[in-house]
């Protein structure tokens, strides 16, 4: 399998074979790190990391990733570079593509990713947009596939806002690799139709199914997978909190979920997760709203269920095997 120059900006774009060896070279990947035997084949290489929200995980996975494959990083944060200030994405293209063997943009729409990968030159990784979040597709199907030992027949719930970036994503992932795909939510946080039609076009040639659903007995029995994500992305306005949190809370990850959905199901969550009141927003919607956790309850964010820091450990070997994989030699 040959992906060398290629971009990764959505899962769209790769073959449920190509998906699939990207999952295996993360595999052999994380073995050998484990193992202590050294993968710096890409020594003498850079790459950049522009980002344009703030991130621990995907930052700290290209970073650790790439210094693993031998490649320096620079990372550009939003107040320390022109981009889009003072100088457009194709100049700040064409610019990195002349300095480093591949970038990566986290940021808003999924067009400012596409117009970087049409002037860099050189290969452009997503590392979330709005629309997509494709390396964390990766990190969540290698780790369903070490958890059951298989992807095609599995039954993924997504519960809450499944209209953005990590719906739309395990969307097009769960369909492209066999996996039942369920959304469960009010019917104004659906997916869009467009995508959900190329996606039943997807599950059409994987054998699984899409559902769309706003009843949560119904969605989630039996259920492999509950997934769940935060129910404000970054970059929204903070007014949409109260609509939110009064909208969205039927679609609580609780235990009765956990429990509704059977003994073989695991919960997952990209992170970072409202479970808690032990961060600044936690605690500010607690005063203003009386609550305690948001889309998931802090039993079972920390029940044996929950497989969430395998999941973030998942990004690092599955962001190597994205870098390692797409750099040319
Ligand atoms: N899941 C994820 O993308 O985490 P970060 O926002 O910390 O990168
Ligand atoms: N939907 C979330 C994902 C964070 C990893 C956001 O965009 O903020």
Wanted: glycine residues 8%; proline residues 3%; contains cysteine.
């Amino acid at each position: 399998m040959d992906l060398k120059g290629r971009n990764f900006l959505t899962l769209k774009d790769y073959s449920p074979a190509e998906i699939q060896y990207l999952l295996d070279l993360a595999a052999d990947l994380k073995e050998k790190k484990k193992n202590g035997i050294p993968v710096d084949f890409h020594r003498g290489k850079n790459v950049a990391l522009i980002f344009e929200k703030t991130s621990t995980r995907t930052r700290c996975a290209f970073e650790t990733a790439a210094h693993d494959l031998g490649i320096g990083t620079t990372y550009l944060e939003p107040a320390s570079s022109q981009i889009g200030k003072k100088e457009s994405i194709a100049d700040t293209a064409r610019v990195l593509g002349r300095m480093y063997e591949g970038i990566e943009y986290r940021g808003f729409g999924q067009e400012i990713v596409e117009e970087l990968a049409k002037n860099a030159g050189v290969p452009v990784w997503n590392g979330l947009t709005n629309e997509y979040h494709p390396t964390q597709m990766l990190a969540d199907l290698l780790t369903v596939q070490e958890h059951f030992g298989k992807l095609a027949g599995i039954r993924l719930v997504y519960m809450g806002d499944a209209r953005y970036n990590m719906g739309n994503s395990l969307m097009v992932a769960c369909s492209k690799m066999g996996l039942d795909f369920v959304a469960c939510a009010p019917k104004k946080y659906f997916p869009n139709q467009e995508l959900v039609e190329q996606c039943r076009e997807y599950a059409k040639a994987s054998g699984s199914a899409i559902t769309l659903t706003e009843d949560v007995k119904e969605g989630t029995k039996g259920a492999d997978v509950i997934y769940t994500d935060v129910w404000v992305s970054m970059g929204e306005p903070d007014q949409v909190w109260e609509e939110r949190i009064r909208e969205l809370t039927p679609y609580k990850v609780t235990r009765a979920v956990m429990d509704n959905a059977g003994p073989q199901a695991i919960f997952l969550h990209c992170l970072p997760a409202f479970h808690d009141l032990k961060t600044t927003i936690g605690k500010e919607m607690n005063s203003r709203f009386g609550i305690e956790d948001m889309e998931v309850t802090d039993e079972v964010f920390e029940s044996s269920c929950s497989k969430v820091f395998d999941e973030a450990e998942n990004r690092m070997h599955t962001i190597k095997a994205v870098m390692a994989a797409t750099l040319g030699e």
